[in-house]
């Protein structure tokens, strides 16, 4: 018993020892491919009521990822499209959506792409009565790494904002 104890005792201090292991920011599935390729940070966010005002809609694209803009330069390529659900006390503009940036594959560098990486905002024109809203929406988009594009996701996202 007191060499199990022993025992015991110095695998504590081992681990204690050993320097935290960093945990993955992103959940990933079974094939080490994250489940979401794109965050939505879902910030409340005040506008004044009754008057115009836009709500940014920020999102960042997974490392190592990129997704094609809203507006792909191919008729073949999928865009990046946000769409609302109507709300009571809500009317919403049309959105507005960044530019995408230039890139082009290592196998093909004059063939550029119109894509979304790293962090981009959406802007979303509203009018809201007095008081606390939530709107859900559905961002569809198509992930892609340097080697492979993957099938189509829907990413589903709740703005949350108050109007005063």
């Known amino acids: 018993m007191r060499t199990f104890a022993l025992f015991a005792a110095l695998a504590l201090l081992a681990g204690a020892a050993t320097p935290p292991r960093a945990v993955a920011q992103f959940d990933m599935d079974a094939r080490g ?83 979304y990486v790293g962090d981009f905002s959406v802007m979303l024109p509203v009018v809201a009565a007095p008081g606390g809203h939530a709107l859900d929406a559905t961002l569809r988009y198509q992930a892609c790494d340097n080697a492979s594009c993957y099938p189509p996701r829907n990413l589903p996202i709740k703005i949350l904002f108050t109007a005063k």
């Open 33 to 115: 491919k994250p489940r979401t390729y794109i965050l939505y940070s879902a910030e409340p966010q005040t506008i004044p009521a009754g008057r115009r005002a836009e709500l940014e809609l920020r999102f960042k694209v997974v490392p190592g990822y990129h997704v094609n803009s809203h507006t792909p330069k191919s008729p073949y390529l999928i865009p990046t499209v946000l769409t609302l659900q109507a709300a009571d006390g809500v009317k919403t503009d049309a959105l507005q959506y960044p530019a995408g940036k230039p890139y082009s594959f290592a196998f093909d560098p004059a063939d550029k792409l119109d894509v």
